[in-house]
């Protein structure tokens, strides 16, 4: 939800970073690749007690991620690009449930939940993306939902600062993404149905 309705307050820094990184002679995929070691390292730090670090390298893994797209359609995007680009957002999500799991190994029942929700969600993200026929911004037709990858962030940062509150924040982070991927496959019905 807040992709969608947010970015546009937040675009003009991530094209002058854009633009940076091109003057640099960086490549798209090249800040995919640096947004994604960048990322890994965020359930890492959480492991090892630096739970403020894993936040921190977690949204600047984040920001890159946005930054990478907005290189791309400012040059010549790369299928493979893409695929890298969505592969990597969720070996980052699963860098961060599996610190917190192997920290605090009393709600990795919950964690478990939690992954199946967001595999449930992309599942039907990235399917209804390869067979529709419609085209957004993005090289594939974008969902959009109450759960979008800020709002993800912003539940995983909860859950490395608040280690207290961690299985309550997991559950109503499994609900909503359980909802978003629901929400998303009555949406596709709706838009496949028509073509």
């Known amino acids: 939800m807040l992709d969608t309705h947010a970015r546009k307050y937040v675009q003009p820094a991530i094209e002058k970073t854009a633009k940076g990184f091109l003057k640099l002679g960086m490549s798209a995929n090249q800040v995919t690749i640096l947004s994604f070691?960048?990322?890994?390292?965020?359930?890492i730090f959480f492991y090892y007690g630096f739970p403020i670090i894993a936040v921190?390298?977690?949204?600047?893994?984040?920001?890159?991620?946005?930054?990478?797209?907005?290189?791309?359609?400012?040059?010549?995007?790369?299928?493979?690009?893409?695929?890298?680009d969505v592969t990597f957002d969720r070996?980052?999500?699963?860098?961060?449930i599996l610190g917190i799991a192997f920290a605090i190994p009393d709600?990795?029942?919950?964690?478990?939940?939690?992954?199946?929700s967001i595999i449930f969600s992309m599942t039907v993200?990235?399917?209804?993306?390869?067979?529709?026929?419609?085209?957004?911004?993005?090289?594939?037709?974008?969902?959009a939902g109450l759960a979008e990858r800020t709002e993800?962030?912003?539940?995983?940062?909860?859950?490395?600062?608040?280690?207290?509150?961690?299985?309550w924040t997991t559950?109503?982070?499994?609900?909503?993404?359980?909802?978003?991927?629901t929400q998303r496959l009555l949406?596709?019905?709706r838009i496949l149905d028509k073509e």
């Open 37 to 43: 070691i960048i990322g890994i390292s965020s359930g």
């Open 56 to 84: 921190i390298v977690l949204w600047l893994s984040g920001y890159l991620d946005a930054v990478d797209g907005t290189m791309a359609r400012q040059t010549k995007p790369s299928a493979f690009g893409t695929v890298m």
């Open 91 to 96: 070996l980052v999500e699963i860098s961060v």
């Open 107 to 116: 709600v990795q029942w919950a964690l478990l939940l939690l992954s199946v």
């Open 125 to 143: 993200f990235l399917t209804v993306g390869a067979v529709s026929e419609k085209q957004g911004v993005k090289s594939f037709y974008y969902q």
């Open 152 to 167: 993800g962030f912003i539940f995983l940062s909860l859950m490395m600062l608040l280690p207290a509150y961690v299985l």
């Open 171 to 181: 559950l109503l982070f499994f609900f909503v993404e359980t909802f978003t991927g």
């Open 187 to 189: 949406e596709a019905k």
